[in-house]
């Protein structure tokens, strides 16, 4: 199984970008997908993720900026982010795993955001 992200960058606070994720292989309808981060010095956190039923959960830092979507045909799942600061600064990974117990677990290679002046 690969998970290949895209659309990360520079952004200044305020604006908006748009990740992107595709896994390819014995990827299963039923798996959930999401995002996650990683600051400098910081845990890799949940930012949101998405179930095949489209069943959705954010954290409560990006809630009202961020959405996230998913094509189950495609198996791609992507990010809208708006409103950036510079605290959303971080590499972003996606992520696709089985559930219950998440026994299966995929990982992207990572994309940097980068929100600055």
């Known amino acids: 199984v690969q998970v290949v992200e895209s659309g990360g960058g520079l952004v200044q606070p305020g604006g908006s970008l748009r990740l992107s994720c595709a896994a390819s292989?014995?990827?299963?309808?039923?798996?959930?997908m999401g995002w996650y981060r990683e600051a400098s010095g910081n845990q890799r956190e949940l930012v949101a993720d998405?179930?095949?039923?489209?069943?959705?959960n954010y954290a409560n830092s990006v809630k009202g900026r961020f959405t996230i979507s998913r094509d189950n045909a495609r198996n791609t799942v992507s990010l809208q982010m708006n409103s950036l600061k510079p605290e959303d600064t971080a590499v972003y990974y996606c992520?696709?795993?089985?559930?219950?117990?998440?026994?299966?677990?995929?990982w992207g290679q990572g994309t940097q955001v980068t929100v600055s002046s």
């Open positions: 292989g014995r990827i299963f309808v039923d798996y959930v």
């Open positions: 998405v179930t095949a039923g489209g069943t959705t």
């Open positions: 992520n696709a795993h089985s559930t219950p117990g998440r026994l299966l677990d995929y």
